[in-house]
Each structure stands twice: as C-alpha cells, then as structure tokens.
C-alpha cells in the first residue's frame, strides 16, 4: 500500500512537500513516480527515482522546481514542490513501477492521490 501525504491549498510561488510511504512493502527494485491528474484529463507523469540507484526523471514543465528525493530507511519518498503556479493544481498520486517510465499503464500500483490547489 502506497500511503500519501502533503497536499493543500498553497499560494502561486509557495511551496509543498509531498510524501509516499510504502506500507507493507518496499520500493527496491522498483521505480517511484509521481504522476498527477487534472480535473477531466488523464494522469500524466511529473517526476520519479529508480530506487536503488537513485536516478531521477522530470516532466519539462516541473524541472527546476520540483525535486524528488527518497529515505531508504522510512521507504519513503518526497516531492518538493516549489514556486508553484496556479497549473500545477491537480490531484497527485505516487506510483509504482517495475521500470523507468511516464506511461501510467506501466503503473502497477497507486497511492490513493492528494489534492494540490494553487490559488490565491
């Protein structure tokens, strides 16, 4: 089960950290992403870390502001999300993967999803 965590209401150029923690389970092996999902859209990918080497991906859209980061030891991963625009409102979910990809169908497992809303 994939636990996630940090979402809210966040003024445009604010910050949020997001958390995912494996419970139950583990991340190694496997590759840990982000994806999230606009009102109507399909999920599309944001960022993820192959766990066990600890390479990362970004969408282009969120480079620079977002940075993914991981703790062995809790089974948890982060998502820091700064300067943050009104379009990264979404609801964003932590994912799964047996390999590195952006396809949400290569997903096999998702975290419940937490609302972010950039708004002033």
């Known amino acids: 089960q994939l636990v996630e965590s940090g979402g809210g209401l966040v003024q445009p150029g604010g910050s949020l950290r997001l958390s995912c923690a494996a419970s139950?389970?583990?991340?190694?092996?496997?590759?840990m992403g982000w994806f999230r999902q606009y009102q109507g859209e399909e999920r599309e990918f944001v960022a993820g870390?192959?766990?066990?080497?600890?390479?990362?991906r970004y969408a282009d859209s969120v480079k620079g502001r977002f940075t993914i980061s991981r703790d062995n030891a809790k089974n948890t991963a982060y998502l820091q999300m700064n300067s943050l625009k009104p379009e990264d409102t979404a609801v964003y979910y932590c994912?799964?993967?047996?390999?590195?990809?952006?396809?949400?169908?290569?997903?096999?497992?998702w975290g419940q999803g937490t609302q972010v809303t950039v708004s002033s």
């Open positions: 870390v192959m766990w066990n080497v600890g390479y990362t």
């Open positions: 994912a799964r993967a047996r390999r590195i990809t952006r396809l949400p169908h290569e997903v096999d497992f």
């Open positions: 139950g389970g583990t991340f190694t092996n496997y590759f």
